[in-house]
């Protein structure tokens, strides 16, 4: 397990459409542990391969409730709205407002292909959401309403 380089706006492979897993070898086992760890070090909510400059379908993201992991996710449904900050790892130090759907319903395959669907309200939404536009090389700052704000985060004790 390693950290990851992580990808800052600019990077001409954060705009890429990122390719589907179409089996799980040892080296994207350990890319996703290398993902999680890179999140987690980050004090990220959520992380998208091409972040870490890998062109694959892969999302990890935990919200505080455990890792998902997300390998080929595709957006089923959405419904209702909300509006609120939203930054990224690739473009630190900032966030805007974004306006995304309040629930999301996505099917993916896990860290083992397994295939489920999973469900999201609120921050797990809009995490699900933000992290799936990075696969088709879309950036938050396309959606901001007004400006970009710095943000600064307290370094935990």
């Known amino acids: 397990m390693a950290l990851r380089t992580i ?6 492979v954060l705009e890429k459409i990122c390719k589907p897993v179409k089996e799980l070898t040892p080296r994207t086992k350990e890319l996703i542990e290398d993902m999680l760890d890179t999140m987690y ?4 909510v959520g992380l998208a391969a091409p972040q870490v400059g890998i062109l694959k379908r892969i999302v990890v993201i935990d919200v505080g409730e455990g890792p998902v992991v997300m390998v080929n996710p595709v957006i089923l449904e959405t419904s209702g ?3 609120g900050d939203e930054g990224c790892l690739s473009i630190p130090g900032k966030a805007g407002q974004v306006t995304r759907p309040n629930y999301v319903k996505v099917h993916a ?3 083992n292909m397994e295939e489920y669907e999973i469900e999201g309200t609120e921050l797990m939404a809009r995490a699900m959401c933000h992290e799936i536009d990075h696969l088709d090389g879309h950036l938050y700052v396309e959606k901001v309403e007004g400006q970009l704000h710095d943000v600064t985060y307290e370094e935990e004790e």
């Open 7 to 12: 990808r800052v706006q600019g990077d001409p």
């Open 41 to 44: 070090e980050a004090n990220g």
């Open 81 to 83: 709205e909300q509006t």
């Open 109 to 111: 395959f896990d860290e």
